[in-house]
């Protein structure tokens, strides 16, 4: 049999961006997972605070110049690449001049978050997704780190459920401690409208929709959810086990393949096939 495929979505991956416990997450995970003989594609945001020159990114003409509507606004998708140093890990980078080139992370430079985080999120997770289906590549599992990749679930349960790339993909989805102070946004709910992902779906959410509606909209379409980290907001991690879902309580930092195996085949069972 071949190796399983996991589509890696992470909102942060060290080195490119500065230390934290998703960042290593999002740079030890994918490496541990690739070592225990799995196939892995990994994604993150191209933020503004990424030196290219440095990390040495460079553009995939092939996958780029896509245009993607956001709230009837046109906007240009820009596929980056880089390799890992010492290790077989590339990163594809998804980048955009309004969303991430002239920006920081989820704050600017005087720690004020971006009032568009909701459009850059959404921005990121159909440009994955697109970058995916153009790469011909079919994860068996795609793994969602971090409040950017939140939109994915409801996405590959609607939106894309009927393509090839996806139609037998279980998703996973990683609650992390680090949290949105703010809302996304009065727009929010109708700029996530695409194909099959319709307004009424997030009729059941609160307004303001923040951080804990969105956690909310990515467990209730995720196939299992992970506890990543030690101060994880309980009350998410008790929704997501009073919905039935599997739930991997946090496994430390030691030796995390093995757990992430596992859970991976409880959540897809025995019928992963490379």
Not at 84 to 91: A, F, L, S
């Amino acid at each position: 049999m071949k190796a399983k495929k996991v589509l890696f979505i992470n909102q942060e991956i060290t080195p490119y961006v500065p230390d934290s416990e998703l960042s290593l997450l999002g740079r030890n995970l994918p490496q541990a997972i690739q070592e225990k003989g799995y196939e892995i594609r990994t994604f993150m945001p191209k933020w503004g605070n990424i030196n290219e020159r440095r990390g040495q990114l460079h553009e995939v003409i092939r996958l780029s110049r896509m245009m993607l509507i956001i709230d009837e606004t046109d906007h240009p998708l820009i596929i980056k690449v880089a390799s890992i140093p010492q290790t077989r890990i590339q990163v594809y980078f998804i980048d955009n001049d309004d969303y991430f080139t002239k920006r920081q992370m989820e704050a600017d430079e005087n720690g004020e978050e971006y009032s568009d985080n909701g459009e850059r999120a959404i921005f990121f997770a159909r440009g994955v997704l697109e970058t995916v289906k153009k790469l011909r590549w079919v994860p068996d599992i795609i793994h969602c780190q971090g409040w950017m990749s939140a939109v994915i679930p409801l996405y590959i349960k609607t939106a894309y459920h009927e393509e090839p790339s996806f139609a037998n993909t279980k998703v996973i989805t990683s609650l992390c401690s680090k949290e949105l102070k703010n809302d996304l946004g009065e727009r929010f709910k109708d700029c996530i409208v695409f194909k099959d992902a319709k307004r009424e779906l997030l009729d059941a959410y609160k307004d303001p929709f923040d951080f804990a509606e969105l956690s909310k909209l990515a467990i209730d379409y995720s196939d299992g959810v992970v506890e990543a980290g030690d101060k994880v907001n309980p009350e998410l991690v008790q929704y997501a086990i009073d919905k039935g879902k599997p739930v991997m309580r946090y496994p430390g930092e030691e030796n995390i393949s093995e757990p992430y195996d596992l859970f991976y085949d409880e959540v897809y069972g025995d019928e992963i096939e490379g």
